[in-house]
């Protein structure tokens, strides 16, 4: 039976159809993420049409391209559908301007007046009735003087002792840097995906976090290069250092050749 994506379908309804068509070629997704490299979470953000959870629209793209591969399915007729949804998620996420508030209503003072007026009359009768009574006579018992308590003084605390030295381990020795024989992909500031395919092998991808390094032992063969940010990797093969490899968001492949061949002999 052929599978075909929904025409106009939300993120969720995409997910949905993306998982049925992966449950009817009988492959799971940790079958899936184990050939294609991409993580568990990231692949059930897919079938949960959770975008808000996946990487840039670019990977994503990348990373359905590789699912429907896997399960037999046709990119040219899903990979429409999932831009529709993309759009239908950018739309959704975007943020609307506040209405103006609601006029505020008119409060009436006259009852509040009132009352202060009322109690403003009652402080001032208290305050003329203490006027006419007179001060209160003044008080002659005498008070004895209280001695001030002298403190005690403090005995003199025991210095503290200085701890013991402890002894400077030794340097360790810096790692050995790797030959130039070996393909060296660094992830400088962002998480990058990356695939290698050395001369005479299949084809290795994986997604490198930021900070994190791939060395492929290449032993100096043809190496072809597909790096879905190029500003976000240095790569460095055979003498050949680039850093960054290329511009920020731009998919770029960049292949190396082998060793110069020999010099023909007289």
């Known amino acids: 039976m052929r599978m075909t994506p929904l025409t106009k379908a939300t993120p969720r309804e995409f997910g949905q159809a993306l998982k049925h068509a992966r449950e009817s070629a009988g492959l799971t997704l940790e ?11 990231t692949l059930a953000a897919f079938e949960d049409g959770e975008f808000g959870r996946l990487p ?21 007729e899903w990979l429409p ?5 993309w759009r239908r998620f950018a739309e959704s996420s975007q943020s ?28 001032a009768g208290v305050l003329l009735v203490e006027r006419r009574q007179g001060p209160p006579p003044a008080d002659t018992t005498e008070v004895p003087a ?31 840097a790797p030959p130039p024989t070996t393909l ?28 994190t390094t791939w060395e492929v032992a290449a032993g100096g063969r043809e190496i072809d290069l597909v790096l879905g940010d190029a500003g976000a990797v240095s790569v460095a093969y055979m003498g050949d250092v680039r850093s ?14 082998g060793p110069p061949p020999p010099p023909a002999g007289p």
């Open 31 to 41: 079958a899936i993420a184990t050939r294609t490299k991409i993580g568990g979470r």
């Open 56 to 76: 840039s629209r670019v990977f994503a793209r990348m990373f359905v391209r590789q699912y429907l591969e896997l399960i037999g399915a046709a990119p040219d």
């Open 81 to 85: 559908e999932f831009d529709a949804a």
């Open 96 to 123: 609307f301007p506040i209405g103006p508030s609601p006029p505020m209503k008119k409060r009436h003072l006259g009852p509040w007046m009132i009352g202060l007026a009322l109690v403003a009359a009652g402080v």
């Open 146 to 176: 209280l001695a001030a308590a002298q403190p005690t003084p403090a005995a003199p605390s025991a210095p503290t002792p200085a701890p013991p030295l402890q002894p400077t381990p030794p340097a360790q020795p810096a790692p050995a």
């Open 184 to 211: 060296v992909v660094r992830a400088l500031q962002a998480p990058c995906w990356v695939e290698v395919r050395i001369a005479g092998e299949r084809s290795s991808s994986r997604l490198l976090a930021a900070g």
């Open 244 to 257: 960054p490899a290329g511009r920020p968001g731009e998919v770029a492949r960049i292949h190396f050749a």
